[in-house]
């Protein structure tokens, strides 16, 4: 309060100029009384070779999200299906290697693989651009890819991928998840995701349009962080020319497919 002698209460305010520094003595205030000899040239947290404190940008990580281990049955077959990434670098600019395919058998039904070059360009959100290769039963194609990935409004996470290929196709790949948090152990996933072609590819069973969607629900508990079971439901549909490429091959157009698996990373 304005007036008031702060030396009545017996406990006078304290001089911030004045403090002990690390070798006992009191002075002038030390820039690095607290520090345990750290500085911004030496210590722990100085970036081998460059002789400066470094940030979490400045650091190379690397890590490996298995998203789906699982096995699939359907009305007219079983098979396991894989969905995993991997990626290394730093928070800027890191190299991101996707696959995602079918196995069944005794044999691959397909598979694609990518290798991005993904770089920051927002908050939440990557650039990609990179190769793309599928094989399996259908004949071998490669690509060239790009897009965006990252985490849109209310926490969906949204990979959306243009591909050119060999002959001019084009194709395009969007995939949506989302977290619904049951219990901090027990979450549901929704997950969808839509493919498109640019043309007509009969020995590739696709057409040009909208070709097939899937969306489905999994249900996981997280025993750590790192390391969760789940069960699930999810309907596959091919949609326009492509169905009707199916019906003529005397192929079904619609799917459920029931699923169990495991999520895991480091």
Do not use: C
Not at 2 to 27: E, F, I, K, V, Y
Not at 115 to 126: G, P, T, Y
């Amino acid at each position: 309060m304005p007036g008031m002698d702060h030396s009545a209460h017996g406990s006078p305010m304290p001089d911030h100029s004045a403090m002990r520094s690390d070798d006992g003595t009191t002075g002038e205030r030390d820039p690095h009384a607290y520090s345990g000899g750290a500085t911004l040239t030496t210590g722990p947290y100085v970036l081998e070779g460059a002789g400066a404190m470094h940030t979490a940008d400045q650091m190379t990580s690397a890590s490996l999200l298995v998203n789906r281990l699982e096995r699939v049955d359907t009305r007219d077959a079983s098979f396991s299906a894989w969905d995993l990434r991997a990626s290394i670098g730093r928070d800027f600019d890191k190299l991101v290697l996707k696959s995602e395919g079918e196995y069944a058998d005794g044999a691959v039904e397909h598979a694609r693989t990518e290798a991005l070059w993904s770089h920051a360009i927002a908050n939440f959100w990557d650039a990609q651009l990179g190769w793309r290769h599928d094989g399996g039963a259908a004949p071998e194609q490669d690509w060239l890819a790009f897009g965006v990935s990252g985490l849109a409004p209310y926490w969906f996470e949204l990979d959306t991928t243009g591909y050119v290929g060999e002959g001019g196709q084009t194709a395009l790949r969007v995939e949506g998840e989302y977290e619904l948090l049951i219990t901090q152990r027990l979450i549901l996933q929704p997950r969808i995701e839509v493919t498109a072609y640019g043309r007509r590819d009969a020995a590739r069973g696709v057409a040009s349009g909208p070709s097939d969607a899937t969306a489905g629900l999994r249900l996981r508990y997280e025993f750590s962080r790192q390391f969760a079971p789940y069960v699930g439901v999810e309907g596959n549909w091919l949609l326009g020319g492509t169905a009707g490429l199916a019906r003529a091959d005397g192929e079904p157009t619609r799917s459920t497919r029931w699923v169990a698996g495991v999520r895991f990373w480091f």
